[in-house]
């Protein structure tokens, strides 16, 4: 069964707390700056990697705490990522999100993720997210791969275009939607 359900969240309008700051915690704090670059992100960790702290003389919105984790983190946050090389602490950061309803990723454990984190391919204003249900995040990395390479640059073009055209449009809601599914024919 494949039932994700796909949202594209507006990261700068949240405060996400990263717990780790080894390698997984670097890819996770890369992978949400990089869609994000304005996100709000506090990363909690005994040991922060120098490329963090690098990141964060890049991002003034990134927080470094070179502390463990406690709960007093998840104070005002409202998604959590969690990567360190402590199961027992992974345990504790899920079960101290899902008491306050926060959505909580553990990177490393599927079973605990509220939500993953997926391969993006970004064309301009086009955004595709490829998640393969948890199975091979290698195959999705590689799939991003292949679609970056065969995705026009052009591509922005056509959005501006149809953006265009779609401000214009006069007519009803119903109209509107006619004349730009007849416009857009040529894609199919
Ligand atoms: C479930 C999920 C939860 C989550 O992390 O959100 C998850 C889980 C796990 N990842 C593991 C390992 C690796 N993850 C990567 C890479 C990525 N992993 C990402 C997402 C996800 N990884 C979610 C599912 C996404 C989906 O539905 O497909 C990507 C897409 C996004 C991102 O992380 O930003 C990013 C690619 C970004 C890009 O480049 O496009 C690589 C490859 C590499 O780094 O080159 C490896 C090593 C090779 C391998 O194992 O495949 C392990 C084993 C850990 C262990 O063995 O200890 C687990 C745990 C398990 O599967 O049990
Ligand atoms: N490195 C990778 O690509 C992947 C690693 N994993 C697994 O994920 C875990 C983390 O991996 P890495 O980031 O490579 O490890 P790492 O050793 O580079 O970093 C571990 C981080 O966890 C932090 N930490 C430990 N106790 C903590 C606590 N009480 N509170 C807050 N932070 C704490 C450490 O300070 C450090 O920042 C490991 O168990 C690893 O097996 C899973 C998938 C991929």
Redesign the pocket.
Same mark, same amino acid.
């Given at each position: 069964m494949n039932t994700l359900f796909p949202i594209f969240v507006k990261a700068e309008q949240l405060h996400t707390l990263i717990? /780790? /700051?080894?390698?997984? /915690?670097?890819?996770k704090a890369t992978a949400l700056l990089g869609n994000a670059p304005d996100a709000r992100v506090t990363l909690?960790?005994?040991?922060?990697?120098d490329e963090l702290h690098a990141m964060a003389r890049e991002h003034p919105k990134l927080e470094l705490i070179q502390?463990?984790?406690?709960e007093v983190y998840l104070t005002d946050k409202d998604l959590v990522i969690v990567?360190?090389?402590?199961?027992a602490?992974?345990r504790q950061?899920q079960a101290d999100c899902k008491a306050r309803r926060i959505l909580v990723n553990v990177?490393?454990t599927p079973d605990l993720c509220d939500f993953y984190l997926s391969s993006v391919v970004k064309k301009g204003d086009l955004k595709i997210a490829v998640s393969t249900n948890g199975k091979s995040p290698t195959f999705a990395k590689r799939f991003r791969e292949v679609l970056e390479e065969i995705l026009p640059d052009s591509l922005q073009e056509t959005l501006d275009n149809l953006t265009a055209i779609r401000n214009q449009l006069k007519g009803d809601f119903v109209q509107k939607m006619e004349k730009l599914n007849e416009i857009t024919k040529v894609l199919k």
């Open positions: 717990v /780790g /700051g080894g390698y997984v /915690g670097l890819e909690v960790a005994p040991f922060i990697r502390e463990p984790y406690h990567g360190t090389n402590d199961k602490v992974n950061v990177a490393d």
